[in-house]
């Protein structure tokens, strides 16, 4: 019994095993069923695309491109104070190249420069300077293209792969020839200073300001690029945008001067070489800055070839100077009102003291002659400078001495730089009995004191500097440090500086010296005996000085040349300084024209204008 129960066991094991394959085998095939579909669909899809479209895809992989462009900041704007934009930008197109998507460069350069009306060796020219950058580097083959050119390219560009136009914001002077010292220009950075550290996120071929404000202000107007990418076809056409960073625009700078009073300075110095400009003696605010003869910044916006280059740096003329701040002259008698506060301050002489004009004073077995050779006959401080008396100040500089003079005299701002902040600016020179051992190596001599003591000898100046100094004696001794920006506007309310003037020192000379001073100066313009008399105005009082600096030493006697005869490059430089309205300076205007002749006849009238058109034109309402 026990045994047919085992057998029975047994069977429906063997049963039950038998079974248990079946269903295996069945789950077998399904999975092998659908391992070969999946096979077969991967080998279809495979065919189709190796097969079927695998010219297309073959196309696609060597022609596409995933390409980073970058996206130019625009420059910020600059205004003058009451919101005039004096530059802007425009857009400018570029001819760029990938030289890793040309077929044929040989061509392609020669089909640019039939394109574009250049010889295809100044392109060359281009590529052969490039040749160190990456061949998937663009390359800038021509800097904006006008719009014909434009046309033509891209009418030809299926023909042209690899060549693609870039838009780029472009610095736009709107008042062209206006400012131009002040302002500055562009041109492209250099290697040299793109390894320097200092221009950190520039990119070769980036334009940075090189004087004037455009350079003093580079890190506010530069601005920050951005870049996209992108795919591309062969032929440069875009696809698909893939990401995209958008440019940070620059920072708009606001000047203190008045585009209207700018051009009137720069009238009054057509057919000139010279330099006018206008402070605000309550702040130090510059109110113009005209520099003579001027020169064209969209040469350096278009691009400038060396021969032209060359013409503009080596003219004899040198129109890239700035004679406002860079030109040093001798201030002739502007220095006389410098010389009566130092002699009044350290009481070398009083207001009251008499000094005997004949015409010349003997010193040192020589005659030291005054302007007049007839003289004044005797005066006292007020009068001497009503007239410029080169005798009275002779006298008054020999009390005072060399060292006390300079000690006053830089008080007053002269002899170093003022801080105005801008490039290429000359300090000048206030001598001293040091500065000569040292120099020349040899020692002071009291004829020289004579001789700086009428702004002549050593002295030399700046016209920002007389302006400056003039300013501290109209507002009674406060030293300004003069500035041309007013504001600076980043991309929101939040981003606005507002800039104010600085004073730098108030000069510790008492007000009754600079009362007595000022009367004289007032007198050289009121008074019927004043040298500056020939601008008296009805309308408003302006009080000043005349200065006639001497910039060769003539021969005397009977062969003396005068007038005419004087060849243009002897001739003297012309100045005048003056302020008003007399009682409430609002305005100092300091002119200087080289080899212009006498103070009186060349540059009051200058001043005399520009004060004027300044003065109605804030009266009117129109100025701020």
Known sequence: ??????????????????????????????????????????????????????????????????????????????FDRNGNPLVENRPAYHLQLIREDVRDLDQTIREVA????????????VLEASKHVPKFVPVRLVSDIDRDCLARVEAQRIRLPGVFVQLEPKREYRWQGTAPHLI????????TELKSGQYQ????????????????????????????QVEVDAI?????????????????????????LQKVAESCLEGKMGAIIAVDPNNGA???????????????????????????????????????IGGAYPPGSTYKPFVALAALKEGAITPDTSFFCPGYVDFADRKYRCWRDHGHGSLNMTSAIIQSCDVYFYQSGLRLGVDRLAHWVKALGLGERTGIGLPGENPGLVPTSAWKKQA?????????????????????????????????????????????????????????????????????????YFDVVKKGMLGVVESDQGTG???????????????????????????????????????????????????????VVAVLIEHGGHGASVAAPLVQKVILAYLRNVGSGTGS
């Open 533 to 587: 008399h020939g601008i008296k105005d009805k309308s408003i009082q302006i009080a000043g000085k005349t200065g006639t600096a001497q910039v060769v030493q003539l021969a005397e006697g009977p062969n003396r040349p005068s007038g005419k005869n004087v060849k243009e490059k002897d001739r003297d430089h012309a100045w005048f300084v003056g302020y008003a309205p007399a009682n409430n300076p609002q305005i």
């Open 286 to 324: 510059v109110l113009a800055m005209a520099s003579s003869p001027v020169f064209d910044q969209e040469k350096f916006i278009r691009g400038m070839r060396k021969e032209e280059w060359q013409a503009l740096s080596r003219d004899r003329n040198h129109p890239l100077l700035n004679r406002c």
């Open 201 to 228: 996120g520039y990119f070769p071929g980036e334009e940075i300001g090189r004087v004037g404000v455009e350079s003093a202000f580079e890190k506010y107007l530069h601005g920050k690029r951005g870049g996209r």
């Open 440 to 512: 020349l190596g040899v020692p002071w001599q009291k004829g020289e004191t004579l001789s700086i003591s009428i702004g002549q000898g050593f002295d030399s100046a700046t016209p920002l500097q007389m302006a400056v100094a003039y300013a501290a004696i109209a507002n009674n001794g406060k030293l300004w440090q003069p500035y041309v920006v007013r504001r600076i506007e980043g991309h929101g309310p939040e981003e606005v500086d507002e800039i104010r003037g600085k004073l730098k020192e108030k000069i510790a000379i008492e007000q009754r």
């Open 1 to 78: 019994m026990l045994k047919k129960d085992k057998d029975a066991d047994n069977l429906k094991l063997v049963n039950w095993q038998l079974a248990d394959v079946v269903v295996f085998q069945k789950q077998y095939f399904l999975l092998l069923g659908l391992m070969l579909i999946v096979l077969a669909v991967y080998v279809l899809r495979m065919w189709h695309l190796q097969v079927l479209q695998g010219t297309t895809y073959r196309y696609q992989s060597e022609n596409n491109r995933i390409r980073l462009e970058e996206i130019p900041a625009a420059r910020g704007i600059i």
């Open 236 to 260: 440069g056409r875009r696809i698909r945008l893939l990401d995209e960073v958008l440019p940070i625009a620059g920072k708009n700078v606001w000047l203190t001067i008045d585009i209207e």
């Open 184 to 191: 500055g220009y562009l041109s492209e950075i250099t290697e």
């Open 114 to 125: 039939r394109l574009c009306e250049r010889s295809p060796e100044e392109l060359f020219a």
